[in-house]
């Protein structure tokens, strides 16, 4: 993981969950709608074991939620149905509810482990969507393969998510950065997204995970990374690299790029360095979270 962001103070992220990546979130197993390995439910489950990652806000948006129940609804009407023609067909009585209350369900779950729901942007931004739509553009979908392939105005559910994420203020509440969980790319294709996002939100880092077990590969880096963003002494990182060479007068951005390591308390991190002359040049140093130490030689080494 790389954190590249220009915000000063870094003080939290943020994952956003889409319908195909939070699985089955029912602790009873009773009745999913689709199969599921799971790995959602394992990463809340297992969260407060995790040393370090004591931060990090998750969402799931409203027309998440509502599309979950709505699949669960489904299921367990058919299932139901499943059920009562088998049961007829070799004489037995069973007993099904009617009905279950997925909403409740679903609204004690995220509770339990602190999943917020991120609602919908105001109305202002469905003309965004309708022009969206009549262009024919990203998230929309397209159709057909090869020469045949042409954009068309089909994932309605996904340009709702995308604007929820686009119309989001990162930047009053010091969000630096941005996952977004969806089980399948083409629904997001990152590259092409990227400079709407850019053009948006140019201080927030954006980051998509199509897998969980890649989320969960990245945030052993993030602890160490959004502590150091936040917690690195300019004085002190001025001071070493005066030690080493006495014509640097300012770091102009002393946090410019900061990469974490899993399993270490060590972070490289780069930096804008001036000399007196008025040259400025790239440069890396290392820092220490656990001691609060920087250091121009890499200590691990």
Known sequence: MTLETGLSLCHNFMVVIDTNCFENYSETNSITPYISSDKCHTFFSDKKSRPGITFGEYYITESVFYEIIQQRIECYNETKEQLKK??????????????????????EYLEKYNIKILPHPNNNVFPDIIKRALEKKLPFKSIGDGKNKKASDKGFKDVLLWETLLNYDYEKFRICKLFLITANEKDFPFNELLPEWQQKHPKIELKIFNKWDDFILEEKLIFTEMFAKSSIPYPRVLEV???????????????????????????????????????????????????????LSDPEE
């Open 86 to 107: 088998s049961a007829k067909k070799i004489n037995i009585s069973i007993n099904i509810p009617d009905s279950i209350d997925f909403e409740k369900e679903l609204k």
């Open 241 to 295: 690299f005066q030690e080493e060479d006495p014509s640097i007068i300012k770091l102009p951005n002393f946090t410019k790029k900061i990469i974490g390591r899993e399993d270490s308390f060590v972070v490289e991190v780069y930096a804008d360095v001036q000399r007196k002359d008025g040259s400025i040049f790239e440069d890396k140093y290392y820092y220490d979270v656990k001691i609060n130490e920087v250091t």
